[in-house]
């Protein structure tokens, strides 16, 4: 049965005139010419679906000057929108021909490759697209519909989580991420993903359709009543929903010995954690009950990664959090396990800007969140944004006393000294050591930011203070006695 979002494939890019037209003019410098000319009338018929119109005016634009590529572009989204697949292939190979890095060229080319049949080829223009335009979410569900159509439902998956990771609040993505998971028989999380679809679009008729059957299949006969009446409340003329409907019974709709014999066969099976865990959606208040189930079990899966390093289990912890958060976005627990999860993927630059943005959203819910507050200033630190990191460190210093500790100073003086303001950094840890005066850790990072800012006397003294007034634990003396011993010998370096 094919379920998936036929929209999640073909929905279309609006094209604004305007915009194209001042793309085009500024792209070519010469919007009096012809060809350009030609190409922005064709653009105008393009918006008005206007699509023969629009498809001589490129004959024109391509005729006076066979190197525009914008107008081969354009022609070839005309050809694919009149339902003319092979012209449009034709077309768009011709732009990516000009423009070898046109990821929207390779995006299209794709969507009517496969009207043509040419799933293979299809599915290179899409990873062409992806490995151009990394971020676009669009091109990642566009791959993924077609992989969960030839039942590849693992690279299905992966390419709808990574749309969902993108855009949180793809409604088509979530979905069609929940149809997979159903054709693999995972309703658990099929269940999860419908419940983001339906807090994202509450008058997703097909949403509720497949929640009810994804509860049916997890034995809540009551969530799967209520979401079949859902669907056909939204949308009674489709006789699907109906019929279903029709053929589930209500909550109250039992004999009372039918209820008495259910009752008994319920209290005699054992427990099921996760089946009443999720069974919690259909109480009231329940899709906080929902979210901290699957926030519980991205917990359970990061440790299960953390012992095992499989990264299915990694990915399996990122999902629960993604949809957690989607379908409480008010808690802040949430939030900051996301961007952990997010942080702890240093090597991709876009998964560190989303371990930002998680975080400060966390933040920002809960101003006290000091994990949050201190991880934000670790991944402001590994992205580059010494000072904003600075300000960040400094923050959490003013705002709790036990964070003066090394695992926040010696990171912060690395941020002055990286954004090159070991002169500020100075100013600003003596200030820390006359309200820290016992701390060997303040006085040990003062001794390295002057030393940095060329004032090795007053450095070498601040490590003879932490040595001959035995400030600090056993180790942090040791440390300075050493970093002294081998300050001496680098001489006045």
Known sequence: MNRLHHAGLFRARVLCGAILLGIVSAVCGWAGSDAVGWNNKGVQYLNARNYPAAVDAFNQAVKIDPTLVIAWYHRGLAHYRSDKPARAVADLSRAIGLKPDDADAYLYRAHAQLRLNRTEDALKDYS????????????????????????????????????????????????????????????????????????LKPDHAKAYFYRSEANEALGHAAAAYADAKAAADRDPGNSAYTARLAGLSPPDG???????TKKEARAAEPAKEIASSVQLHTTEGGYDDI????????????????????AIHFHNALFHINSAVSIDPGNSEYWFFQGMLYAALTSDPLYMAKAADSLIQAVEIDPGHGRAQLLLAQVLQEQGNFSLAVEQYRFLIEKDANMVTGLVLG?????FIAAGSAEAGVRYFQTLSGRYPESAAVKTTLAVLMKQNNQMALAKK?????????LGPPAEQAYARDLLAQWHKEGGR
């Open 462 to 470: 601040q490590l003879e203070q932490i040595i001959e007034n035995k």
């Open 411 to 415: 990171p912060l003086a690395l941020c």
């Open 291 to 310: 979210a901290g189930y699957l926030y519980r079990r991205a917990a359970q899966d990061y440790e299960t990664w953390k012992q095992s390093g499989n």
């Open 254 to 260: 039992d004999s009372a010995k039918q209820q008495k």
């Open 128 to 199: 062409e697209a992806i490995g151009l335009k990394p971020d676009d979410a669009y091109a990642y569900g566009s791959r993924g519909l077609v992989y969960s159509r030839m039942r590849k439902y693992a690279q299905a998956v992966a390419d709808f989580s990574e749309a969902v990771a993108r855009d949180p609040g793809s409604a088509v993505d979530h979905f069609n991420r929940g149809v997979t998971y159903q054709n693999m028989g995972d309703n658990v999380r099929a269940l999860a993903d419908y419940t983001a679809v339906i807090k």
